[in-house]
């Protein structure tokens, strides 16, 4: 398991989430925040604040450019992120979507993944999750973004799809 700091209960929130159970997980979506000096923090006080209005941050995962991996939402809340959000679990990495990843958060993604995926599947009586349920967020919604760029497009591609 990829070690993770949890930071949820810390962040600044407008209005608590209700908790929902994790059985209701159908996909995990990745984003990149599109800004290169972007904080787990700094990302939750400008989703709860005047531009956006949002109640929490909106992503349950924060991996920053040194690959640290916060979990800055609890599991059981729901994330804003990619309607329907409801079903969906949201990872984020820092960085621009044009540009590539950091080297250290490349190499960390196949393990960030499988962490996020063994959490979500705690206790699922359902069939489990696995890669094929994890998608860039342009690929969750297309034509509305370009989010998460095309190097966490290729790599989610190239992990769902392993040379054989």
């Given at each position: 398991?990829?070690?993770?700091v949890?930071?949820?209960?810390?962040?600044?929130?407008?209005?608590?989430?209700k908790?929902f159970p994790?059985?209701?997980?159908e996909?995990?979506?990745?984003h990149k925040t599109?800004?290169?000096?972007?904080t787990?923090?700094?990302?939750?006080?400008?989703h709860i604040g005047?531009?956006r209005?949002?109640?929490?941050?909106a992503?349950?995962?924060?991996?920053?450019k040194?690959?640290?991996l916060?979990?800055?939402?609890p599991?059981?809340?729901?994330?804003?992120?990619?309607?329907?959000?409801?079903s969906?679990?949201?990872?984020v990495l820092?960085g621009?979507c044009?540009g590539p990843?950091?080297?250290?958060?490349?190499?960390?993604?196949?393990?960030?993944l499988?962490?996020i995926l063994a959490l979500?599947?705690?206790?699922?009586?359902?069939?489990?999750?696995?890669?094929?349920?994890?998608?860039?967020?342009l690929?969750?919604?297309?034509?509305h973004t370009?989010?998460p760029?095309?190097?966490?497009?290729?790599?989610l591609y190239?992990?769902?799809?392993?040379?054989?």
């Open positions: 398991m990829y070690p993770i949890d930071i949820a209960r810390s962040l600044p929130i407008a209005r608590p989430g908790d994790l059985e209701r997980f996909a995990l979506i990745v599109d800004a290169d000096g972007s787990a923090r700094g990302t939750a006080e400008f005047p531009e209005k949002w109640s929490h941050i992503y349950h995962f924060y991996l920053d040194a690959a640290v916060y979990q800055t939402l599991l059981s809340w729901i994330g804003i992120h990619a309607p329907p959000n409801y969906r679990c949201g990872l820092v621009k044009s990843m950091t080297p250290t958060q490349s190499a960390a993604l196949p393990e960030v499988a962490t979500m599947n705690q206790g699922r009586s359902k069939a489990p999750l696995t890669l094929a349920q994890v998608q860039g967020h690929e969750a919604m297309p034509g370009d989010c760029g095309d190097d966490v497009l290729k790599a190239s992990l769902r799809h392993p040379q054989t």
